[in-house]
């Protein structure tokens, strides 16, 4: 029985491999139209403005609702903190080399001045505030990064569901 089904499946794959896909559609030229006097086409016509403004949400608690917000605004946040590298040390939910994104909002919940101090503490880094969990690894200053962004960064951590620490 075992041989048959071995011989089925051979004989299935076989036929698949000898149907022909079709390639492809080569990707719209981006060459300007050669025609004198003709109009742009839309590969080469300028770009249309068209910045709408984002529904506000409701922010979290010790964060202002003004600026960008919504889900595309924070995957936006979400992007530029994948490349300032923040999620070489963080994790949403689990501790890497620093404490979990979910730790850090259970931590500044329903705190007035929030975002004030975790910004504070992503511009000039910190040390001792995570000990029992990191070891006494120290989180080094970011002054690379502008205090609107930074601002956007610890918005998108106090809007994670919080979750407390686990006991050390």
């Known amino acids: ?5 071995l011989l089925m499946a051979c004989a299935f794959l076989l036929s698949a491999c000898g149907k022909k896909v079709q390639p492809p559609p080569p990707p719209p030229s981006t060459a300007p139209s050669m025609a004198p006097g003709a109009p742009p086409t839309p590969a080469t016509a300028p770009p249309a403005a068209t910045a ?55 931590r500044y919940k329903g705190k007035k001045d929030a975002l004030a101090l975790l910004s504070k503490s992503i511009k000039d880094g910190s040390t001792g505030k995570w000990s ?37």
Do not use: E, N
Request: proline share 13%; charged share 15%.
């Open 132 to 168: 029992k969990y990191t070891g006494g690894v120290a989180m080094p200053p970011h002054p690379q990064l502008s205090d609107a962004q930074i601002k956007a960064m610890a918005q998108w951590i106090l809007r994670r569901r919080p979750v407390a620490p686990p006991p050390a």
């Open 52 to 106: 709408a403004p984002s529904a506000p949400t409701t922010a979290a608690p010790g964060t202002s609702s003004k600026g960008p917000s919504g889900p595309v605004a924070m995957a936006g946040v979400r992007t530029q903190m994948q490349a300032a590298g923040c999620f070489a040390c963080h994790a949403v939910h689990r501790k890497l080399v620093g404490p979990a994104y979910a730790w850090v909002a259970d």
């Open 1 to 5: 029985m075992r041989r048959i089904a």
